[in-house]
C-alpha cells in the first residue's frame, strides 16, 4: 500500500511516492499517522531515504472495533487521502486530496 501524488519540496526537490512509516495509537479512536515522500516507488524499494516526513493526527476512525474490522494501515491510508496536512503553526505542508493508491 502506498499513494501517488507528485509533491514539491521548498528545495526543489521532489517525489511521488507516499509511503505509511508508523503508526502511533495512544488513546481509544485517535491515531498519530507518519507518512514518509520518497523519489518513486523504485527508490523505495532499493532502500534510499525518505526525502520528507510529515504527521497527522486522526480524532476518530481508530477504535478497537474499526480495527478489528480494518487493517489499520488501511485505514491510515483512506483517512490520508481526504487531508491536508499542515504543520504545528497551521501551514498547509502537503494536500492529499487527489493522490492515487499504488
Not at 17 to 25: D, E, G, H, M, T
Amino acid at each position: 500500500m502506498a499513494l501517488k501524488l507528485t509533491h514539491e519540496l521548498n528545495t526543489g526537490n521532489s517525489g511521488e511516492y507516499w509511503k505509511v512509516s508508523a503508526i502511533n495509537l495512544p488513546m481509544n479512536g485517535r491515531a498519530v499517522v507518519r507518512v514518509s515522500l520518497y523519489k518513486n516507488e523504485a527508490a523505495r524499494r532499493a532502500g534510499k531515504q525518505a526525502i520528507q516526513t510529515v504527521e497527522q493526527n486522526f480524532t476518530d476512525g481508530f477504535t478497537t472495533s474499526d480495527l478489528d474490522a480494518t487493517n489499520p494501515m488501511k485505514i491510515a491510508y483512506t483517512k490520508l487521502k481526504g487531508t491536508t496536512v499542515k504543520n504545528r503553526l497551521g501551514i498547509e505542508m502537503v494536500s492529499f486530496l487527489g493522490a492515487e493508491d499504488c
